[in-house]
């Protein structure tokens, strides 16, 4: 299983342990004041206190809201961020490389108030941001006195694409005005892809924002995530929709309700998933008895990685022509900038690209689960595979779209093939991916590849070797078999 970043693998003794909770207790809604209702709401309260003793902060620092998962808690700041009034200097700021969810802020922020939306390279990124003190420019220039427009800087702390894990001092720095000094700026960190195998320490680094899925973490339970928020970044958060139990008073014949006090409490509307925030309780206690501490974790899925990524470097074919394009920004030699993943593209030995879909047709032929496409990063797919704006346009107008399986268009890739690693892999995970891709796509002198579909519907891949043929056809079945070289 080699698509951690997708979702985690939940552990059976993670789903043994909730499930015989539920069967020895009663646990009803927290809005009710019974004695089963009673008991489910303190144990809510133990798993908010345990979610931030594991981000290494407390209620003091930080509130915990819970959501649908990392996409509602995105959905739910851009919503509700309140960005200045209409004379104040307001600005969303994003990287290149950033999940869908984010970019679907833009909208939002640009009709709530914000007077400037941009989106910042990979290397303007680093360029503004690698500075010690001070912003564009290192001046006001013509930014009045008063700071009243309030902006938002997003970023992911580690890409889902290639791994990479962005500087987390890059937050203080924006905080501190390293982007302009013409409003007050506030940051959102996506922890979604970074907290599942590392650890996110908020005693030292404080975004306003953090968002994050428990799936990627312990891979049950789904559908569960959460918005972290900083006690003195909440006033920003003005929701204007409220239900179920979010106000103290709600009058149905005139426009009046109250708010309740509490962050979580307005913020949360009608009832929370609360028996998968119980689950959570066995996540933790489970997660801690396997693999002890996150910063194990990492190191192990660093490794990994580094030991894929070298090896899948070094694959050839017999013509000396590499047999894969790795897709990285780091030579993996340092955890501290790149974590458990593996971008890739494999080639075939004219150079021509082999596409996506015929190298996951063949992992599951070899029970090897593993993740192709763009993986909802549009701008770190484009950056690269060295697409312009007119190539993604064009390939829209071929027919592709997102999680497809047109692999590719006039012959270039539409999307990579990506590998990642748990705290539950090891090294005979990754030689097992190896020896496929080297015994299925690395051609030996005399050996040959043919392409072909034998029906719209159905897709045929030959792999021949020498006098002998293996096809594989997926047409809602998978068939193998061998049989003599067809002639020419």
């Not at 992911?156 to 290639?162: D, K, T």
């Not at 494999?346 to 150079?351: A, V």
């Not at 107008?397 to 690693?421: E, M, Q, Y």
């Not at 020896?435 to 519907?457: H, L, N, P, R, W």
Request: aromatic residues 10%; neutral net charge; proline residues 3%.
């Amino acid at each position: 299983y080699l698509d951690h970043a997708g979702s985690a693998l939940y552990a059976e003794s993670h789903i043994k342990s909730v499930a015989n909770d539920l069967c020895t207790n009663t646990f009803s809604n927290p809005h009710s004041n019974s004695s089963t209702s009673r008991l489910c709401s303190d144990i809510i309260d133990q798993v908010r206190y345990r979610i931030l003793q594991h981000f290494g902060t407390d209620s003091n620092e930080y509130c915990v809201i819970f959501t649908s998962g990392a996409t509602g808690a995105i959905n739910l700041v851009a919503e509700s961020f309140l960005w200045s009034n209409v004379e104040s200097v307001a600005e969303f700021v994003y990287t290149e490389d950033n999940h869908t969810s984010v970019l679907g802020m833009r909208s939002l922020a640009s009709d709530r108030g914000a007077s400037r939306v941009r989106c910042l390279s990979h290397d303007e990124a680093y360029r503004l941001l690698s500075r010690s003190r001070g912003g564009a420019g290192d001046t006001p220039g013509g930014c009045r006195t008063s700071l009243d427009g309030n902006s938002l800087f997003v970023y992911p702390a580690q890409s889902n694409f290639s791994g990479l894990k962005y500087p987390l001092s890059w937050i203080q720095k924006v905080q501190s005005g390293a982007l302009d000094f013409c409003s007050n700026w506030y940051c959102l960190l996506d922890a979604a892809s970074y907290v599942s195998t590392n650890r996110l320490d908020l005693s030292v680094y404080k975004p306003d924002f953090v968002c994050l899925s428990f799936y990627k973490l312990f891979g049950y339970p789904t559908g569960l995530g959460a918005l972290l928020v900083r006690n003195s970044s909440a006033g920003l958060l003005r929701k204007r929709y409220y239900g179920g139990g979010t106000v103290l008073i709600a009058l149905s014949s005139h426009m009046f309700h109250v708010p309740r006090p509490l962050l979580h409490e307005r913020l949360e509307d009608g009832t929370i998933n609360f028996l998968s925030v119980i689950a959570l309780q066995h996540g933790f206690n489970v997660f801690e008895k396997l693999v002890g501490t996150m910063d194990k974790v990492s190191m192990h899925t660093f490794g990994l990685a580094r030991y894929t990524f070298k090896k899948l470097s070094r694959l050839h074919h017999f013509n000396g022509n590499p047999a894969v394009i790795l897709y990285v920004d780091t030579q993996y030699d340092d955890p501290n900038t790149q974590g458990n993943v593996v971008n890739f593209n494999l080639l075939r030995p004219n150079g021509d690209y082999i596409g996506y879909a015929e190298v996951l047709h063949l992992a599951n032929l070899r029970n090897i689960q593993l993740r192709t496409g763009c993986f909802c990063n549009p701008g770190a797919c484009r950056r690269h595979l060295s697409l312009s704006v007119e190539d993604l346009k064009s390939h829209f107008r071929a027919g592709h779209v997102c999680g497809d399986d047109r692999d590719l268009v006039n012959g270039k890739p539409t999307g990579t093939v990506r590998v990642s690693f748990g705290y539950y892999n090891t090294k005979s995970d990754a030689d097992r991916l190896i020896a496929t891709i080297k015994d299925c796509f690395c051609t030996q002198e005399g050996s040959e590849f043919v392409k072909m579909d034998t029906a719209q519907s159905s897709r045929c891949i030959y792999q021949l070797f020498n006098d002998r043929c293996l096809p594989v056809h997926t047409d809602g079945e998978l068939i193998v078999d061998c049989f003599d070289r067809p002639s020419e």
